[in-house]
């Protein structure tokens, strides 16, 4: 049986449509990855951008962390500099009343007993007027560089020993009342609490490496494979089998950075992961378009039929949509334009704590938190969305069982093409145990640890606001600086653990005779400062003092043994006594040695005011 053979227009007219549709395809297919390709750049710029602004924040959160560490060792070196006792002793020796083996021999007991109180140190070396050597005690090393301004305090150096042990070295001028020098501490201290910073790279992912380096160069330190190294700075230029990233952030303006390196491939396969999707997308509908058009442009084809194959690709289209609205890890809901959730996915849900039909229909305003969503941010967050379309930052949820959720949240408005909005999709991520982590470190950085009462960096900070809420009402207010008295014999008679009892016992009578809007501070040892904000006259301090000099008359009971102490207290008033921070604590310092001099369990004011007959 023979087949008819095609005629040549016949042949002309396949050839012509199977070009058409070959022509359609690829113009298609060229155009879907061209706009595939100019979404996916931008995109993965920006993710990556994200990634990496997050790894910086968490880079400058460690150097917090460690700056507030090198603060503590600050703080620690200027109350050892500022022991009065022992400083008088130099100031004799400095206009040569004693001898130099004389002022050794009070000094370096005393120094001693004050370093038994501050587990982190290691080693002192006291200096005299002329760096002559006054007492040497605990480890130090053979030989101990002294830091220069304005770097007075701060940690200026670290010390490898032989035996592997990491030692900081501070260094704290001894000066006068009047302000002259008249002797050095060289202090140092165990690095421990240094080093476990240091090797907490959790948070940067796998292959980090922290490195602190000093400005200058000088000096660098890492955690090696077997414990602590300490080298010259090494160039940027090192050769690595991979490359690196490296986030940098100064510890405040102390000459230290604390460098982080990360595996540039992490911020690499992270975008790439979250492009996967979007990407995969787009390759199914370019194919899913060439296949639809290929097919309708085929002259063979039936209408219905032609029909019914775009109506499944549509629906294709609409399941693998759904499908990524279901299986995303992120939580993501859609809503109205006026925040009514039309739709959340089952990550949103299950954050929160909720079914997700529950939530359909209820406004996110319901959602969050009211305690920290004021009315004013929420109205000013709603204008920037719909200004630029898009808006990030930090929500605070309510979740089903009252817990609170910390989201990081993105909220993208969708339009149509003469700019209406037609819906609002909210994505974020938890970040609850992040911040509350934060918050662990913040709160060891800004209270004592023993009586958790604000320490001297928070005492520094709220009195400065203080002075200058005061400057502008035109008011006054009050610094009260407290000495126990008798409690150096507590200590040695019951103990240091005793002592630190008797420290957390003091404080709780302290907080409960002050005003709630009052600050109770300690800045270290036995020594104690109250901010009075505001006082109307100089008798408001007055009868603040008296009231404290009565609650800490009244016997204590320590592991069962009655213990009687006293106080001595020096005020200071703003802006009489004092117009900055540092000028008031001064002040109030000064008055207090007069009081205890004048018989001890009493208050003076640094002007010139009677005081109460001592009890």
């Not at 500099?81 to 020796?93: D, N, V």
């Not at 490195?211 to 010259?232: A, D, I, K, Y």
């Not at 938190?369 to 379309?389: A, F, I, M, V």
């Not at 400057?471 to 653990?497: C, P, Y």
Request: hydrophobic residues 40%; negative net charge; charged residues 20%.
């Amino acid at each position: 049986m023979t087949t008819a053979t095609p005629s040549p227009s016949t042949r002309f007219i396949r050839r012509v449509h199977r070009r058409i549709r070959s022509l359609a395809a690829l113009g298609i297919l060229a155009t879907a990855l061209l706009a595939g390709l100019i979404t996916a750049l931008p995109f993965y710029h920006s993710v990556r951008s994200s990634i990496e602004h997050t790894s910086q924040l968490s880079v400058e959160s460690q150097a917090d962390a460690l700056h507030h560490q090198f603060k503590r060792y600050q703080d620690i070196a200027r109350q050892l500099a500022g022991r009065t006792e022992i400083r008088h002793r130099l100031e004799a020796y400095g206009r040569g009343d004693i001898s130099l083996a004389a002022l050794s021999s009070f000094t370096t007991p005393r120094l001693a007993d004050a370093m038994a109180q501050a587990p982190d140190m290691a080693g002192l070396i006291r200096q005299g007027p002329d760096g002559e050597l006054v007492s040497r005690i605990g480890t130090t090393p053979a030989e101990a560089a002294p830091s220069h301004p304005p770097q007075e305090g701060y940690p200026c150096r670290v010390h490898l020993l032989d035996d592997g042990e990491l030692l900081m070295q501070s260094c704290s001028p001894i000066l006068t009342p009047e302000g002259e020098r008249i002797g050095r501490d060289i202090v140092f201290f165990h690095a421990e609490p240094l080093l476990d910073l240091l090797a907490n790279t959790e948070r940067f992912g796998e292959g980090a490496r922290m490195r602190l380096r000093t400005t200058s160069g000088q000096q660098e330190l890492t955690l090696g494979p077997e414990g602590p190294v300490v080298s010259p700075a090494s160039s940027p230029g090192d050769s690595e089998d991979r490359i690196q990233v490296t986030l940098e952030a100064p510890l405040g303006e102390q000459g230290w950075h604390l460098l982080v390196e990360l595996p540039s491939r992490r911020f690499h396969h992270e975008a790439l992961q979250l492009l996967l999707w979007p990407a995969l997308a787009i390759l199914l509908l370019a194919l899913g378009g060439t296949w639809v058009v290929s097919r309708a442009l085929h002259p063979l084809l039936a209408r219905v039929d032609s029909q019914a194959h775009e109506l499944e690709g549509s629906q294709q289209k609409l399941r693998l949509a759904a499908s990524v609205f279901r299986c995303a890890h992120e939580a993501i809901a859609i809503t109205s334009p006026d925040h009514t959730i039309i739709e959340a996915n089952p990550a949103f849900a299950s954050h929160l704590g909720y079914a997700a039909q529950e939530l359909t229909g209820r406004p996110m305003k319901a959602l969050l938190d009211c305690n920290t969503s004021s009315p004013e941010r929420l109205k000013h967050d709603l204008q920037q969305l719909e200004r630029k379309g898009t808006w990030q930052g930090e929500v605070r949820y309510r979740c089903a069982n009252g817990d609170i959720l910390v989201a990081l949240q993105t909220v993208s408005a969708v339009r149509n093409d003469s700019g209406e909005t037609l819906r609002y999709i909210h994505i974020f991520n938890d970040v609850t145990e992040q911040k509350a982590a934060e918050e662990v470190v913040r709160r060891q950085a800004f209270h004592d640890e023993l009586t958790g009462l604000p320490n001297r960096t928070q005492l520094e900070q709220h009195l400065e606001r203080a002075i200058h809420r005061a400057r502008l009402a035109g008011r006054q207010l009050a610094v009260l600086f407290m000495d126990l008295d008798h409690f150096k014999e507590v200590n040695d008679t019951l103990g240091h653990q005793a002592g630190d009892t008797l420290l957390q016992a003091v404080s709780e009578r302290l907080r409960a005779n002050l005003r709630a809007e009052d600050m109770l501070a300690r800045l270290g040892g036995d020594e104690f400062v109250i901010v009075v904000d505001p006082v109307h006259t100089a008798d408001n301090a007055d009868r603040v003092a008296a009231n404290v000099v009565e609650a800490l008359t009244m016997p204590f009971t320590i592991d069962g043994t009655q213990v009687t102490i006293g106080v001595s207290i020096g005020i200071a008033l703003h802006p009489t006594d004092g117009v900055n921070g540092d000028s008031l604590l001064h002040a109030a310092d000064s008055a207090m040695y007069r009081a205890k001099a004048e018989g001890r369990n009493t208050w003076r004011f640094h002007a010139s005011r009677p005081g109460p007959v001592p009890a």
